[in-house]
Nanobody, 125 residues
Framework: QLQASGGGLVQAGGSLRLSCATS????????VGWFRQAPGKEREFVAA????????LYSDSVKGRFTISRDNAKNTVYLQMDSLEPEDTAVYYC????????????????????WGQGTQVTVSS
C-alpha cells in the first residue's frame, strides 16, 4: 500500500514536500517514482529514485527545482518541491517498481507495479 500526502495550495515561488509512505512490501526491494496528472492531460513522469537512494532521475520540467529522496528506515519517499510554478498544478502520484539491482526504475508508467492514490498540488499565480 502506498499513501501519498503533503499536497496543498501554495503561491508561485513557494515550496511543498510530498511524502509517500509504504506498507506491506519490502521497501528496499523497490525503486520509486513520482508522477503527476494535470486536468485534461496525461499522467507524466516527475522524478525517480533507485532502491538505495544512490541514483535519481528528473524530468526536464522540474530539474533543479524538485528533489526526490528516501528514508528506508521509515519506508518513505519524499519529493521536495521548490520554486513552484502554476504549471506544477496537478495530482501527484507515487509508484513503486520491484527491481533486483540498483538500477533506476525509469520514467515509463507501465513499468511500475503499484500506485498510490494521489495528492493534489495547486500553485496560484
Amino acid at each position: 500500500q502506498l499513501q501519498a500526502s503533503g499536497g496543498g495550495l501554495v503561491q508561485a515561488g513557494g515550496s511543498l514536500r510530498l511524502s509517500c509512505a509504504t506498507s506491506g512490501l519490502t521497501f528496499t526491494f523497490y525503486g520509486v517514482g513520482w508522477f503527476r496528472q494535470a486536468p485534461g492531460k496525461e499522467r507524466e513522469f516527475v522524478a525517480a529514485i533507485n532502491r538505495n537512494g544512490g541514483s535519481t532521475l528528473y524530468s526536464d520540467s522540474v530539474k533543479g527545482r524538485f528533489t526526490i529522496s528516501r528514508d528506508n528506515a521509515k519506508n518513505t519517499v519524499y519529493l521536495q518541491m521548490d520554486s513552484l510554478e502554476p504549471e506544477d498544478t496537478a495530482v501527484y502520484y507515487c509508484a513503486v517498481k520491484r527491481i533486483i539491482s540498483t538500477v533506476m526504475p525509469g520514467p515509463e508508467r507501465s513499468h511500475y507495479d503499484y500506485w498510490g492514490q494521489g495528492t493534489q498540488v495547486t500553485v496560484s499565480s
